[in-house]
């Protein structure tokens, strides 16, 4: 029997979801349906200036829009809470006291400007920019000038000096990090505040996590966290780094790169099945070329599954599972994505019949309300370039068309057969020409059913325009 994985999502509330964030957060919510486990929220809020509540709202309004619920976290609550860093500063504070007492973090004075000046000379002499301990014990009458001009120190962890680290990437498989380039790194800033490296990994430990999948950009962060929970005692999740996902220009998908987000994916129409089918293959292989529901791509999901190559963001194959999506939503959910507006010029006798032959060629609400216009409102609109290849396509042969409806088959054979034996015309110089008569566009849904749904006076009226 597999087992069980309690997963998390931890995003940090400065700006919407992108595909990427996304991308992490099914992976994790998916490893944890698969095992029968819970997946939580936890909101990394301790950046005072760039957080947001705003963007805290909006990250919780795309989540429940692709459907990824979880079991703990703001707004459900939980045993694990509370659910938002910026109120867990007590947690903190206890876990670092603890640190400092067995003599595994020590307070550090050397201000930003000393550090970067410190950096710099080891970078001049060849050597890795290392912190060295020297500032780790100051004298008491340096400390205390410091402090009375104002300056706090930020709390260090003291790593080994000597050794390696070793642990299983869930995807990369061994990793191996020599400590001696690891240095003492801060895990609380000068205006006590926890580092990330603290906070995310003490919280991983006490939410009891199993398992945290995150970003490859995370994998140098991974070897001090594991070295702060062993300090301290707490049990070590299962870390598995993800080939970044990159957009189509090369780079790496990013908030500050302006990389598209869930609402104007949202606002293009996309479904949120479309994006988590989509999402799910990203870096993953699946040998189901269906669209599944969060039930079937759980019982797929496997961390062996995932590459190590980078993934890239591909909008036509994105495309592709919105037109999958389209097709398995109800009437009910397509009447609701489309909005009621769109079907106000469809008879309501041919309301259904009308949403039938359309769903196969729609991608957006909009392109709804479009082929009702042209089938039964405004009509269709001709570019320069149609109306020309329509005039030169002559009258004889729009003629024959009419001559096939006047023949009282108010269908495309009818229509077709007449023209064919009139002007010899077949296949696409048949075909294309009918189309772009009656809708004015290149191509779209089933020329026959649509027929069908228009009045024979408005099919007339179409091709006698030509003739």
């Known amino acids: 029997m597999p087992q069980v994985s309690r997963t998390r999502f931890a995003p940090s509330p400065t700006g ?5 964030n996304v991308r992490t957060a099914l992976f994790n919510f998916l490893l944890a349906r698969a095992s029968g486990g ?7 809020d301790t950046d005072a200036e760039r957080s947001d509540p705003a963007a805290e709202r909006l990250i919780l309004e795309d989540l429940r829009w692709l459907g990824l619920e979880w079991d703990e976290g703001p707004v459900a609550g939980g045993r694990s809470g509370p659910y938002r860093q910026s109120e867990r500063a007590a947690v903190y504070g206890e876990y670092a006291q603890r640190l400092i007492e067995s003599g595994q973090a020590y307070p550090c004075w050397r201000t930003d400007a000393e550090l970067k ?9 060849g050597r890795p920019p290392v912190y060295d301990r020297q500032w780790a014990q100051l004298p008491e009458e340096e400390i205390r ?13 003291r790593t080994p000096e000597t050794g390696r680290l070793e642990f299983d990437d869930s995807i990369r498989g061994p990793q191996v990090f020599g400590l001696a380039e690891i240095g003492d790194f801060v895990i609380r800033r000068s205006d006590g505040t926890p580092s990330f490296f603290f906070s995310n990994a003490l919280d991983d430990a006490l939410m009891e996590m199993t398992d945290v999948l995150r970003g490859e950009d995370h994998l140098s962060n991974t070897p001090r966290q594991i070295l702060l929970l062993k300090a301290l005692d707490l049990p070590v999740p299962r870390y598995g780094h993800l080939p970044l996902l990159m957009g189509e220009q090369g780079a790496p998908l990013s908030k500050r790169r302006g990389s598209a987000g869930m609402a104007e994916f949202r606002d293009a129409g996309l479904l949120p099945e479309a994006v988590t089918n989509y999402a799910t293959r990203l870096g993953h292989a699946l040998e189901s070329v269906e669209q599944m529901d969060f039930g079937g791509l759980a019982a797929h999901f496997c961390l062996g599954k995932i590459g190590k190559a980078p993934a890239r963001y591909d909008p036509i194959q994105l495309e592709h599972w919105q037109s999958l999506a389209v097709q398995a939503a109800s009437d009910a959910r ?48 001709f570019t320069p370039e149609i109306e020309a290849e329509l005039a ?5 042969f729009f003629r024959a068309a009419l001559e096939g409806l ?10 077709s057969g007449a023209v064919k034996a009139s002007v010899g015309a077949k296949g696409r ?5 009918l189309r772009l008569a009656l809708t004015g566009a290149e191509a779209g849904p089933e020329l026959a059913p649509m027929l069908e749904l228009l009045p024979e006076e408005t099919v007339r009226v179409r091709l006698a325009r030509w003739a």
């Open 38 to 44: 819970d997946f939580l929220l936890r909101i990394e």
């Open 145 to 157: 000038r410091r402090a009375a001009a104002g300056q706090a120190p930020v709390l260090r962890f």
């Open 334 to 381: 397509i009447a609701e994505w489309a909005g009621e507006a769109a079907f106000d010029q469809v008879p309501a006798e041919l309301r259904q019949r009308f949403l039938d032959w359309v769903r196969p060629n729609v991608h957006r609400p909009a392109d709804v309300a479009g082929w009702a216009a042209i089938l039964f409102g405004s009509g269709p609109e």
């Open 392 to 396: 030169a396509t002559g009258p004889a």
């Open 117 to 125: 000046a410190f950096r710099r000379a080891r970078m001049a002499a």
């Open 429 to 433: 110089a048949l075909f294309r020409p």
């Open 16 to 20: 919407r979801l992108h595909l990427g």
């Open 406 to 415: 006047a023949a009282g088959e108010h269908s495309l054979a009818a229509i």
